[in-house]
């Protein structure tokens, strides 16, 4: 392109009127509308609708932290240990159990993506290109849930069946930034569901149902990337004195901790496929095997 045919284009260009704010928010939403619409919204519907429009960011508003997100009745957040806990893989064997399960991790999900809308609003001087890639994840988050719910309704277990735990969200309300929430669910909960969901992808083959596992295996894929996006804005806002590990352990609160980061057969393939060094690997298996000791 030469000289004046670009100087042409830039002067129309700069004639072009900007579009009038009220049509801006017609054809599109702002990521803070994106998180309220998750966490403020009562009908599960709404919550799970992935934006069609645009997101922007010009408006990312003060902080605000949600004491709890509003749901529809029948997944409100139970009383502790009201809640039914997740079948041990032998009894997946049975369809009601393995709908059972994804029950459970169907409110997993949509925990999880609760938290990062409650993120989002929490903490809004966070850089935009971290939102931006929050609120792509949110979108995965959804899917998830989706996935989950729809698999346990073809088992015989519509999502809203059972009473529902808080745990994720709980946990989530001592973050205090977002290096804390970086730590605590990408590499710590999401890290730990590396392993979780190849061992349920294994045992729902091992019991014939290839649709359960098939959808375990697409969540860990989704995952390595959740992990490496955690891991990646750790590496951006931590002090540049400590250590990827380092960082990570000072931003965990108790109880989550390096050893909550893994189940009982280590991904570390996957791990490293996330970004993780072998001096992050090698000392979250330390730190699994120092837990177990104090256990004994």
């Not at 029948?74 to 502790?80: D, G, K």
């Not at 059972?100 to 903490?123: C, K, P, R, T």
Request: proline residues 7%.
């Amino acid at each position: 392109m030469n000289r004046g045919n670009r100087s042409s284009i830039v002067q129309n260009a700069e004639l072009t009127p900007p579009l009038p704010p009220a049509i801006r928010l017609l054809i599109l939403m702002e990521i803070r509308q994106y998180a309220e619409q998750i966490l403020l919204s009562p009908d599960i519907e709404q919550k799970l609708r992935v934006p069609t429009e645009p997101l922007t960011d010009d408006a990312p508003g003060e902080s605000v932290r949600i004491a709890e997100p509003v749901r529809p009745a029948n997944l409100q957040f139970a009383p502790r240990r009201e809640a039914p806990q997740m079948p041990a893989l032998g009894a997946l064997e049975r369809e009601d159990k393995r709908g059972l399960a994804h029950h459970i991790m169907a409110n997993h999900e949509l925990q999880a993506v609760e938290v990062m809308a409650w993120v989002i609003l929490a903490f809004p001087e966070a850089p935009k290109e971290y939102r931006a890639g929050m609120a792509a994840i949110m979108r995965d988050e959804q899917r998830h849930t989706r996935m989950h719910a729809e698999r346990a309704a073809r088992l015989g277990c519509p999502f809203g069946t059972y009473r529902v735990n808080c745990y994720i969200w709980k946990k989530a309300m001592a973050f205090t930034s977002v290096l804390d929430y970086l730590a605590g669910l990408p590499l710590v909960l999401e890290a730990a569901n590396l392993d979780h969901s190849i061992e349920l992808a294994t045992t729902f083959e091992r019991f014939g149902d290839p649709k359960s596992a098939a959808l375990m295996r697409q969540i860990h894929k989704d995952e390595i990337e959740h992990v490496s996006f955690g891991l990646e804005w750790l590496r951006k806002l931590k002090p540049n004195e400590l250590s990827d590990f380092e960082a990570f352990e000072k931003h965990l609160h108790w109880p989550l901790r390096a050893a909550k980061a893994r189940g009982n057969e280590f991904q570390r393939e996957a791990r490293a496929q996330a970004g993780m060094d072998n001096d992050f690997l090698d000392r979250l298996e330390q730190a699994a095997i120092d837990d177990e000791a104090l256990e004994i």
